[in-house]
């Protein structure tokens, strides 16, 4: 696969020469491929926030660098408005930033900042507001009579109206109840699998990541802990315990059942695989 | 960006300085500044200013900082020292057109600086050393005599506390929704001034909703804890006077009558 952003070396110190002094990030390599959808996951305070900043520019290494499509996105830092359009950052609730007197016209801030045409900026807001699951006759509302939900949505349709090539996400359900959550995630897997762009979820629910990325970076005290597939990861379990997190509570289901003596994989992840993997067992016990 | 700004800033420590009684060091600013007005020439200077120094030496607040809160105040003191030095009538020392340098021009551009500079070093050290919830309870007990006259001594305290309480959290949202705005290419820092001034509404209208949520959740949480004013409340950390206060004092009180005395003497 062709990376799209790759992470060298990168630390973030802040308030360098002050008491508060601290490294948010520490020393960190990654790499986001082209058309995946990642997940990073790490406990509150382990740098998630600090590192997907630096991903779009808004952060300035102390040292190391950002590579965007091959090049070091601070190369010329005048230039640095363009790498935020193509890598679009929904921050953690971010309804408090809505503003404008129209819904339309909030999620039309990003595109008119790009200093697109009144037709292309209108196609955007439109396809946008479908992806984001905002409806045609909310457009005209004032973003502050909207429910807590909904506003959320229309912030995260304002990102995804720049067509940005890497989407990344900060805990988007934060605060929603199981139902909007669940929606508002179908919505960004869909709009993952129709534009086949790059997508970026950023949380500290394991069970949120487990269903729907490809991949999966733990992050654990400034620095990378864990990389790889669901399946890599959830099988070191303990590791992701020392890391201050747990795995998806499907896991822990088939975890205690191997400690009962079932043959089981432990490392399943979503109900769907528990369900396949309890299948031969089911044949075996039928005549109850 | 926003985070540089010193203003109130609280350096934590455990130094002679920062145990004082809040009210001790609120009072130790007013004689110091009475001395730094009283003083008239580089004597009594030098005696303020070595007990300055010596404050800054006890508080381990490294003086890097203290110079950095100058800051702010470079044009002022720049334009303070000019006049100065150009417009005090005495002896002339060199003339140009309407600038004329005195030789007491130079003096007074000379100790009005350093006045500015002691004055403003001083005060801060007292917000470096003092956490804002001290100093507020400081200043309603020095206030107290004024609630006999009606006056809401603890309402104003109460204010003042919640004011410097939300200024960080005010800062840190701000810092937010400009990262959020700039996320999504709003762009603070060129075109016109119209401009710069129209890019600030994307800032501004959500602070304020958020602020004005804020104020209304935390009426909610106050009213819920039975908070019904001053009368009959009484503090979890009372203030009380302790030997080094009585020293502290007695040393301010020294400085300014020598400093008194010094201007007698023309010194």
């Known amino acids: ?288 | 960006m926003l985070k540089d700004i010193t203003l109130g800033q609280f350096f934590p420590g455990n130094t002679v300085i920062h145990r004082l009684d809040p009210r001790t060091k609120l009072l130790a600013v007013v004689f110091y500044i009475a001395a730094l007005f009283t003083a008239k020439w580089f004597v009594s200077y030098g005696l303020v200013l070595a007990f300055l120094l010596l404050c800054i030496h006890l508080s381990q607040v490294p003086f890097k900082s203290l110079v950095k809160g100058l800051r702010p105040v470079l044009f002022i003191l720049a334009f303070t020292a000019i006049l100065n030095l150009f417009y005090t009538p005495g002896r002339t020392l060199w003339h140009w057109w309407i600038f004329t340098v005195t030789i007491e021009g130079i003096f007074t551009a000379f100790f009005m600086l350093l006045r500015i500079t002691m004055l403003i070093m001083g005060t801060f050290l007292l917000t470096y050393t003092t956490s804002p919830i001290a100093l507020t309870d400081g200043l309603e007990s020095l206030l107290g005599p004024l609630k006999k006259l009606h006056a809401p001594v603890h309402e104003l305290s109460m204010m003042m506390s919640i004011a410097l309480r939300f200024i960080p959290t005010l800062i840190e949202e701000t810092d937010k929704i400009m990262s959020a705005q700039k996320a999504r290419g709003a762009d603070f820092e060129s075109g016109s001034l119209i401009q710069k001034a129209k890019a600030l509404i994307p800032i501004l209208v959500p602070l304020f909703i958020s602020a004005f949520r804020r104020a209304d959740e935390l009426a909610t949480a106050m009213e819920c804890r039975c908070y019904h004013g001053g009368d009959g409340r009484t503090k979890l950390h009372v203030l009380r006077y302790q030997g080094r206060d009585y020293g502290a004092s007695a040393a301010l009180a020294a400085l300014l009558a020598a400093v008194i005395v010094l201007r007698q003497f023309g010194l």
């Open chain 1, 1 to 288: 696969m062709e990376p799209i952003i790759k992470v060298e070396h990168l630390t973030h110190t802040y308030g360098e020469g002050t008491p508060f002094c601290r490294s948010a990030v520490k020393d960190v390599d990654l790499t986001i491929y082209k058309g995946e959808f990642l997940g990073i996951i790490g406990h509150t305070g382990s740098g998630k926030s600090t590192l997907i900043q630096h991903l779009n520019g808004l952060l300035r290494p102390t040292a190391g660098t950002v590579r965007l499509a091959g090049e070091d996105i601070w190369a010329d830092p005048k230039a640095i408005r363009k790498v935020r359009f193509r890598v679009g950052l929904v921050f953690q609730y971010p309804e408090y930033q809505l503003f404008e007197e129209t819904v339309y016209k909030d999620i039309a801030f990003g595109p008119r900042n790009m200093a697109l045409s009144e037709e292309e900026i209108d196609r955007r807001v439109r396809q946008a507001a479908a992806f984001a699951g905002v409806r045609e006759e909310l457009l005209e509302k004032s973003p502050f009579e909207l429910s807590g939900g909904q506003k959320r949505r229309v912030a995260i349709a304002g990102v995804i109206a720049m067509e940005p090539e890497v989407l990344i996400l900060d805990e988007p359900s934060a605060g929603l109840d199981p139902a909007g959550r669940e929606s508002l995630l179908r919505n960004i897997r869909q709009y993952h699998r129709a534009s086949g762009n790059t997508v970026v979820l950023v949380s500290h629910s394991m069970d949120e990541i487990a269903e729907n990325v490809d991949r999966i970076i733990v992050l654990a005290d400034a620095g990378v802990a864990m990389e790889g597939t669901p399946h890599e990861v959830f099988s070191r379990a303990e590791k992701l315990e020392a890391a201050g997190l747990s795995v998806p509570q499907v896991t822990k289901v088939a975890m205690a059942l191997r400690r009962l003596g079932v043959d089981i994989d432990p490392a399943v992840y979503t109900v769907g695989d528990l369900e396949l993997a309890l299948q031969p067992l089911r044949r075996r016990d039928a005549p109850c």
